[in-house]
């Protein structure tokens, strides 16, 4: 990707709601039904703290630990922060996931499932949860496989009494996005799941062809991670 390392993290902001804009008209989309997650993950804090500056509200990160050092003490100040856990969630971490986050992106196993009920009654907070689906059904890759979701999306909602809001893919790296893009549309819209977690800095305005609702934007908003 061409990167411009000139631009200020509020010109960058300004360029990314630019082009999903452009590309929500493209495909005949309202812009409202478009979110722009800005995922975090490993960057300076200097540079998060910029990009609240521009009015940002909604953050994705991968790590709880790492979340919840950056974003304890900044949630208590900016009090309408969306945070959305974007990253595998292990068992030890649900209760912690669920203290923090608005959004847990990645439900993907039935235990998962179980410690999340049990977390969401503990704590009396319920984040939203959507289902991770691994589309190229790739073996390192966390997520359902598309043959089993409906089986685990009915365990979810009827043993463990979760709402499930949406649906997540990450597409393998070395294939065209777009059909995996279609295939995460195509299951929602069988299973009348609304939300669509797809599209990251290389392929977001595909994703919003596609019916993306949440586009999750690292390094195109940021910059490079390891270049701070
Ligand atoms: C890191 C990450 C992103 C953002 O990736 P970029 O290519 O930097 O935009 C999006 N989604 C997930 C799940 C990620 O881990």
């Known amino acids: 990707m061409m990167q411009t390392p000139n631009?200020?993290?509020?010109?960058?902001r300004a360029d990314i709601l630019k082009r999903i804009g452009k590309a929500a008209q493209k495909s005949e989309r309202v812009l409202e039904t478009i979110t722009l997650t800005a995922v975090s993950k490993v960057q300076s804090d200097d540079r998060v703290d910029e990009m609240l500056k521009t009015g940002q509200k909604i953050f994705g990160e991968n790590r709880v630990q790492e979340a919840q050092e950056r974003w304890t003490q900044r949630k208590e100040i900016h009090s309408d922060?969306?945070?959305?856990?974007?990253?595998?969630?292990?068992?030890?971490?649900?209760?912690?996931?669920?203290?923090l986050f608005d959004v847990i992106e990645t439900l993907d196993r039935p235990k998962l499932a179980e410690h999340l009920a049990r977390a969401i009654k503990k704590n009396g907070k319920t984040p939203e949860i959507f289902v991770q689906v691994n589309t190229g059904e790739e073996e390192q890759k966390a997520g359902v496989k598309p043959s089993e979701l409906d089986t685990f999306l009915k365990l979810a909602t009827e043993n463990f009494g979760l709402k499930i809001s949406g649906l997540m893919c990450i597409p393998p790296a070395d294939e065209p996005a777009g059909p995996h893009f279609a295939l995460l549309r195509k299951l929602a819209a069988k299973n009348s799941i609304e939300k669509l977690s797809m599209g990251m800095s290389e392929d977001f305005e595909t994703a919003i062809a596609f019916g993306a609702t949440h586009v999750r934007v690292g390094s195109a908003l940021f910059g490079d991670r390891e270049n701070k």
């Open 81 to 99: 922060l969306e945070l959305r856990l974007i990253g595998p969630l292990q068992t030890n971490k649900v209760e912690a996931a669920v203290q």
């Open 7 to 12: 631009l200020s993290i509020s010109e960058r």
